[in-house]
C-alpha cells in the first residue's frame, strides 16, 4: 500500500529512524538504506520464529513536504501457492495455514504500521513548526 503526505514540513530522515524503531519493538531485525536525501528504504525481517513469511519493506520518497510512505512484503508467495496446492492435493494443508497466518500477522502488523506512522508525522510536523 501506498500514502502520500503534502504540506508537513518532516524531516525524512527523523520519519525513516521511527520506522526503524517501530519494527525493532515488533521484534524485527532492520537495515535502514539511504538511497538519497530523497529516497529511504526500511527493510525489516523477523528475529525469532514468526507467522510472518517474508521480508517488510518500508519505503519513503520525496522531500520534506510532499513525499509517500509505501509498505510492502517481498517472499515467496509464489512458490508457497504452487507447493501449498501440491501439498493440499496430497494432504497436506499446513502450508496453504501458514500462509493464510502469515497474511494476517501482515495485515495486523500494517494497519499498526500506518497508524503509527499518521502519528509520527503529525508529530513531526508539529515538532518543525514550532
Known amino acids: 500500500m501506498l500514502d502520500r503526505w503534502t504540506g508537513k514540513k518532516i524531516d525524512l530522515k527523523l520519519l525513516s ?5 517501530f519494527f525493532e519493538e515488533k521484534g524485527f531485525s532492520t537495515i535502514l538504506e539511504t538511497k538519497s536525501t530523497d529516497e529511504y528504504r526500511v527493510i525489516a525481517v523477523p528475529k525469532h520464529p514468526s507467522n510472518i513469511q517474508g ?6 520518497r520525496g522531500h520534506s ?5 509505501e509498505f510492502g512484503v ?11 496446492v501440491l501439498a493440499t492435493i496430497f494432504g497436506g494443508g499446513i502450508v496453504v495455514l501458514k500462509d493464510l497466518k502469515s497474511k494476517e500477522e501482515l495485515e495486523k502488523l500494517e494497519t499498526k504500521f500506518w497508524s503509527f ?9 508539529a515538532a518543525s513548526s514550532r
Open 117 to 125: 506512522v499518521d502519528k509520527k508525522t503529525d508529530s513531526l510536523s
Open 65 to 69: 513536504e510532499d513525499f509517500e510512505v
Open 55 to 60: 521480508i517488510v519493506n518500508a519505503i519513503i
Open 74 to 84: 517481498s517472499s515467496n508467495s509464489r512458490f508457497s501457492r504452487l507447493f501449498g
Open 17 to 21: 529512524e521511527s520506522l526503524v524503531h
